[in-house]
């Protein structure tokens, strides 16, 4: 049995042309030293990331990213473990209302939540804040983290929390000894893709953020708009860069796969 | 007064009835074993001792008292799952340690105990591990030594050796008989293995849809079926003009019932033959002595005691 015969080989080789080649060709336009975007060139130079530097608001809006993709999955996360071992144990009424409640967010279009979300903050008087960013954020990447988390208390025998009742364990004695530590990998998963959804998102927040909360891809869009110049392949570069090295490390701490897939490596 | 007692006790889950009216009286140091087939609510019977399902009808008292407004963290009993539900999490040491830890006995008490079991069920030096590590067999008496070691009021076993392989069977069987022996802690077990039940228990309570078809001491139990489905369910038999006669029972004798050998196995230690008479096809099991035996298509006369 060959499991990559010739056509599969060419099937992968084009795939991931596709998935690279675009990333590729912003990092080698990241190091040319025209004024515009030009490739292919035989010219290196660093000066757009040089450039970078004096762009403080870039760098500001990359940490506000940052925090509110940390913050939103977070509190995401916080939310989906009772809903899930709620979801995943017991048979109650408005069970597949409250499951489809979260999950709807994958299915309304960004566009619809980024001028629902406009008008809604301006009305209670988040327009343009953190706050109002954070909120909208959580409500995107809810489904992510509710998914993953309720894959793992799913595959979760009951039996287990049982075990530790019968010994003797009061209720917040098996959350936190037993129920919490054995869905963290589902919590960690979660998290990590929510974060990723939230770090991505641009066409709901480009209704939502005001200058001075301005996440990094919607000062990137908004810089686009006016500028043609290469000074957001470098800062792609970059965010290309921190990407690869934190794959690393978490691979080096925990796995990817075991991450990505959710799957709880103690195989039981 | 009996130590553990089901008055009654009945579990219907919507218009399904798991178990019907179960009376019985279990003594203290008892094993006692539920046998039966799938379905039969063995499962639902032990939940309901053990407090994770909700009796629909009846009582159970522990020492006399109300066991059902006890919570189940309070009951102050072993289990043994038949997934062993050890905590993936923790090292073989710290499952076993987990209970006494639960009723707040000192660090160096906790060492001490966990030893001594881990001891018991011969796996001192897997203290370290984690249960992923053990084999089915191992994982098994971690899970028995983690009910032990609280010393349990009652250990219930829920189908804890139907994931070994026969051999690994029979071994944990003649440990957890030997270890019950010694502790003397009151054991009910579940099971649908009939060889097991009779093996272990000293007494037997064959379930069918819910309800108790028989109680009794295994040889009891075997010898002298109360009804046709417990004397089915407990190993072959022949029904004989409305008797049930065990195989074994039968001998070739000079007269009797006339028939003829259809088939003849050698099992080794026993032959088992299939036998054609006037009263149907009758099966018999001769021990294997050496000597010569009937063959097929041989006549016969079969002659067996009136029990
Ligand atoms: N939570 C439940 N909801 C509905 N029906 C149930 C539930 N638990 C058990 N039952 C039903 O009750 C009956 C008895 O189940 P139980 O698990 O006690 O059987 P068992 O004797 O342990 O069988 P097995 O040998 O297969 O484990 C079965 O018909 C089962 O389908
Ligand atoms: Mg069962």
Same mark, same amino acid.
């Given at each position: 049995?060959?499991?990559?015969?010739?056509?599969?080989?060419?099937?992968?080789?084009?795939?991931?042309?596709?998935?690279?080649?675009?990333?590729? *060709?912003?990092?080698? *336009?990241?190091?040319?030293?025209?004024?515009?975007?030009?490739?292919?060139?035989?010219?290196?130079?660093?000066?757009?990331?040089?450039?970078?530097?004096?762009?403080?608001?870039?760098?500001?809006?990359?940490?506000?990213?940052?925090?509110?993709?940390?913050?939103?999955?977070?509190?995401?996360?916080?939310?989906?473990?009772?809903?899930?071992?709620?979801?995943?144990?017991?048979?109650?009424?408005?069970?597949?209302?409250?499951?489809?409640?979260?999950?709807?967010?994958?299915?309304?279009?960004?566009?619809?939540?980024?001028?629902?979300?406009?008008?809604?903050?301006?009305?209670?008087?988040?327009?343009?804040?953190?706050?109002?960013?954070?909120?909208?954020?959580?409500?995107?990447?809810?489904?992510?983290?509710?998914?993953?988390?309720?894959?793992?208390?799913?595959?979760?025998?009951?039996?287990?929390?049982?075990?530790?009742?019968?010994?003797?364990?009061?209720?917040?004695?098996?959350?936190?000894?037993?129920?919490?530590?054995?869905?963290?990998?589902?919590?960690?998963?979660?998290?990590?893709?929510?974060?990723?959804?939230?770090?991505?998102? *641009?066409?709901?927040?480009?209704?939502?953020?005001?200058?001075?909360?301005?996440?990094?891809?919607?000062?990137?869009?908004?810089?686009?708009?006016?500028?043609?110049?290469?000074?957001?392949?470098?800062?792609?570069?970059?965010?290309?860069?921190?990407?690869?090295?934190?794959?690393?490390?978490?691979?080096?701490?925990?796995?990817?796969?075991?991450?990505?897939?959710?799957?709880?490596?103690?195989?039981? | 007064?009996?130590?553990?007692?089901?008055?009654?006790?009945?579990?219907?889950?919507?218009?399904?009835?798991?178990?019907?009216?179960?009376?019985?009286?279990?003594?203290?140091?008892?094993?006692?074993?539920?046998? =039966?087939?799938?379905?039969?609510?063995?499962?639902?019977?032990?939940?309901? @001792?053990?407090?994770?399902?909700?009796?629909?009808?009846?009582?159970?008292?522990?020492?006399?008292?109300?066991?059902?407004?006890?919570?189940?963290?309070?009951?102050?009993?072993? @289990?043994?799952?038949?997934?062993?539900?050890?905590? #993936?999490?923790?090292?073989?040491?710290?499952?076993?340690?987990?209970?006494?830890?639960?009723?707040?006995?000192?660090?160096?008490?906790?060492?001490?105990?966990?030893?001594?079991?881990?001891?018991?069920?011969?796996?001192?030096?897997?203290?370290?591990?984690?249960?992923?590590?053990?084999?089915? =067999?191992?994982?098994?008496?971690?899970?028995?030594?983690?009910?032990?070691?609280?010393?349990?009021?009652?250990?219930?076993?829920?189908?804890?050796?139907?994931?070994?392989?026969?051999?690994?069977?029979?071994?944990?069987?003649?440990?957890?008989?030997?270890?019950?022996?010694?502790?003397?802690?009151?054991? @009910?077990?579940?099971?649908?293995?009939?060889?097991?039940?009779?093996?272990?228990?000293?007494?037997?309570?064959?379930?069918?849809? =819910?309800?108790?078809?028989?109680?009794?001491?295994?040889?009891?139990?075997?010898?002298?079926?109360?009804?046709?489905?417990?004397?089915?369910?407990?190993?072959?038999?022949?029904?004989?003009?409305?008797?049930?006669?065990? #195989?074994?029972?039968?001998?070739?004798?000079?007269?009797?019932?006339?028939?003829?050998?259809?088939?003849?196995?050698?099992?080794?230690?026993?032959?088992?033959?299939?036998?054609?008479?006037?009263?149907?096809?009758?099966?018999?099991?001769?021990?294997?002595?050496?000597?010569?035996?009937?063959?097929?298509?041989?006549?016969?006369?079969?002659?067996? =005691?009136?029990?």
């Amino acid at each position: 049995m060959s499991r990559n015969g010739p056509l599969a080989l060419a099937y992968h080789a084009l795939f991931v042309t596709f998935m690279l080649a675009p990333i590729l *060709v912003v990092c080698f *336009v990241a190091f040319t030293p025209e004024g515009y975007l030009s490739f292919p060139t035989d010219r290196w130079s660093l000066r757009w990331f040089y450039a970078i530097g004096r762009y403080p608001e870039f760098i500001a809006a990359f940490w506000r990213s940052l925090w509110l993709g940390a913050l939103s999955s977070a509190i995401a996360v916080a939310l989906s473990v009772p809903a899930a071992l709620a979801i995943a144990r017991y048979r109650f009424r408005g069970r597949e209302a409250m499951t489809a409640l979260f999950m709807s967010p994958l299915m309304i279009p960004h566009v619809v939540l980024g001028v629902a979300f406009l008008r809604f903050f301006t009305q209670i008087g988040l327009g343009g804040t953190f706050t109002g960013l954070v909120l909208s954020h959580i409500v995107i990447v809810l489904p992510f983290a509710l998914r993953l988390t309720l894959a793992s208390a799913v595959g979760m025998d009951r039996a287990i929390e049982h075990a530790a009742i019968s010994l003797g364990a009061s209720d917040a004695t098996v959350l936190r000894r037993i129920t919490l530590p054995l869905v963290l990998p589902g919590l960690v998963s979660g998290w990590a893709l929510a974060f990723i959804n939230s770090f991505d998102e *641009v066409t709901m927040t480009v209704f939502i953020a005001a200058p001075g909360t301005e996440t990094l891809p919607v000062r990137m869009f908004l810089y686009i708009q006016d500028n043609i110049d290469p000074l957001v392949t470098s800062v792609s570069a970059c965010v290309i860069a921190i990407t690869v090295l934190a794959l690393v490390a978490l691979d080096r701490a925990y796995g990817l796969e075991r991450l990505l897939v959710g799957r709880s490596g103690d195989g039981r | 007064m009996t130590f553990l007692a089901l008055e009654g006790l009945g579990k219907r889950f919507g218009s399904h009835v798991a178990v019907d009216g179960l009376t019985l009286g279990v003594e203290k140091g008892e094993f006692v074993s539920l046998l =039966g087939p799938s379905g039969c609510g063995k499962t639902t019977t032990l939940q309901m @001792i053990a407090g994770f399902v909700e009796p629909s009808a009846g009582a159970i008292r522990l020492e006399g008292r109300d066991l059902l407004a006890v919570k189940p963290a309070k009951r102050g009993l072993g @289990i043994v799952f038949q997934s062993y539900a050890l905590f #993936p999490h923790m090292t073989v040491a710290e499952n076993v340690a987990f209970g006494l830890e639960m009723q707040g006995v000192a660090a160096d008490e906790r060492r001490r105990r966990v030893g001594e079991t881990l001891e018991l069920v011969g796996l001192a030096a897997f203290s370290g591990r984690f249960p992923r590590q053990l084999s089915g =067999g191992q994982q098994q008496r971690v899970a028995l030594a983690r009910a032990l070691v609280i010393r349990p009021r009652i250990l219930l076993l829920d189908e804890p050796l139907s994931n070994l392989d026969a051999k690994l069977r029979e071994e944990m069987q003649i440990e957890l008989r030997q270890i019950q022996r010694t502790l003397g802690t009151t054991t @009910i077990l579940v099971t649908h293995d009939q060889a097991e039940a009779m093996a272990l228990s000293d007494r037997l309570v064959v379930m069918n849809q =819910g309800r108790a078809e028989q109680v009794g001491p295994p040889h009891v139990v075997y010898e002298r079926p109360a009804t046709p489905f417990v004397a089915s369910f407990l190993g072959r038999t022949n029904l004989v003009a409305g008797e049930t006669v065990r #195989p074994e029972k039968i001998v070739f004798a000079a007269t009797g019932l006339a028939g003829k050998v259809r088939t003849r196995i050698f099992q080794g230690n026993h032959w088992l033959y299939q036998v054609e008479t006037a009263s149907g096809l009758l099966t018999v099991i001769r021990q294997n002595s050496g000597e010569a035996m009937p063959g097929e298509g041989e006549q016969v006369h079969l002659a067996w =005691g009136k029990a």
